[in-house]
């Protein structure tokens, strides 16, 4: 778009640097905002080769075609809408959905619920967090994260293992993932350092296999 730089360098090195450690790994855009058309054309520009800086680029999975949507029944229940008119209305079907995708997803999340509920994290964007699927890991960037119990942008829902049902996480307890699965992206360290995310993909890694047994996974006080 003119004038406008919606994804800054260091996003696309991480890309390019997963690449090319071998990393098994999928891109997922999450955003309140309406912007993710935009995005959209951005990714498949950076894709297709079309980036000055990646010129040798040439891999579709790492654009998205379409939008998916988020949004909660009244009674909290979280509904993933695909691009296709098809519906997830479980939580276990959009884990396995994220967790088995194997290219880049956009995704609308509804902030009109944060909005409702006061930007409490419990009410923000779900991230699912299963404690014995060690094979999986979802790391999840927002710089509106913040180490606040009541104020805060990631809603985890988290579980022991499969088949059980997610329990959404209290404010105090998603801070345990604070710097693991939720990391508050600091958008001048990234301007800065090309391999911003490439780091702290590394440090959020370690520090989650360091943590993972402690991690709380049922609601607080159940």
Do not use: M
């Amino acid at each position: 778009e003119p004038s406008l730089h919606l994804i800054i360098p260091a996003f696309f090195r991480c890309i390019y640097e997963l690449h090319k450690q071998g990393r098994d790994f999928v891109i997922i855009l999450r955003t309140f905002g309406q912007d993710l058309p935009a995005l959209e054309r951005a990714l498949q520009a950076f894709a297709s080769g079309r980036h000055p800086l990646f010129p040798d680029v040439n891999n579709p999975n790492w654009a998205f075609a379409g939008l998916n949507t988020i949004r909660h029944a009244e009674d909290g229940r979280v509904l993933l809408t695909l691009a296709d008119g098809s519906a997830l209305g479980s939580e276990e079907e959009i884990y396995d959905y994220l967790s088995k995708a194997t290219r880049c997803q956009g995704i609308s999340d509804e902030y009109a619920w944060w909005n409702k509920h006061a930007f409490s994290p419990q009410a923000g964007k779900p991230l699912w967090f299963t404690k014995e699927d060690t094979g999986i890991t979802h790391i999840f960037f927002d710089d509106n994260i913040h180490y606040k119990a009541d104020d805060s942008i990631v809603a985890v829902h988290a579980r022991e293992k499969a088949g059980e049902p997610f329990a959404a996480l209290s404010g105090e307890q998603i801070l345990e993932f604070f710097g693991s699965a939720c990391i508050k992206a600091r958008i001048t360290a990234a301007i800065d350092d090309p391999l911003y995310f490439v780091r702290q993909i590394a440090e959020a890694e370690a520090l989650l296999a360091a943590r993972r047994g402690a991690l709380p996974t049922a609601a607080a006080g159940s």
